[in-house]
């Protein structure tokens, strides 16, 4: 799952897998989302989850220092990776997912740089944006539980 970390990987799993790590409060606040609607086993059988490019992209920033690229960021290396996201995109796609609706985490580049790869390319029939998660824990923190409300409403809303 996007957003894993090694402590829920493996109270959920039993999976234990060393010196990996990502923001457990990204993790924590979407566990507390499957928590709060059905429990995560049952969420993992009713949605899917995967980035839009599962590349791990860096680039140096102005401190010298290695840091988190988003496919989005820069038009030269979103063009250089559109045959990519595409083949990975069918490629997931084909494993039988409902596309009749792709919830968007992050509802600003990320939800545009997705519609623009849709309307190209027609893999959902409708894309419903939401809050990236940091956003909310690091951003928003003291709005944190409309955030929460919202994404409860969003997942079990039946008709889009």
Avoid: W
Avoid at 74 to 85: A, C, H, R, V
Avoid at 127 to 142: A, C, D, S
């Amino acid at each position: 799952m996007p957003f894993e970390d090694a402590d829920h990987l493996y109270s959920e799993t039993c999976i234990k897998i060393d010196n990996f790590y990502i923001n457990h409060s990204l993790s924590d606040f979407l566990y507390e989302v499957m928590n709060k609607s059905v429990g995560s086993k049952t969420f993992y059988q009713d949605f899917y989850t995967s980035f839009v490019c599962p590349l791990g992209l860096i680039r140096i920033n102005e401190k010298g220092r290695a840091v988190n690229c988003n496919y989005y960021e820069n038009k030269k290396i979103l063009n250089q990776l559109e045959t990519f996201i595409v083949n990975s995109l069918r490629t997931q796609i084909s494993l039988g997912i409902d596309t009749s609706v792709c919830f968007c985490i992050g509802s600003s580049q990320n939800f545009q740089t997705l519609i623009k790869i849709n309307n190209k390319y027609n893999f959902f029939n409708v894309i419903v944006p939401l809050e990236h998660p940091r956003f909310i824990t690091q951003y928003n923190y003291q709005k944190r539980d409309i955030y929460l409300k919202k994404y409860l409403t969003t997942l079990t809303k039946k008709n889009y």
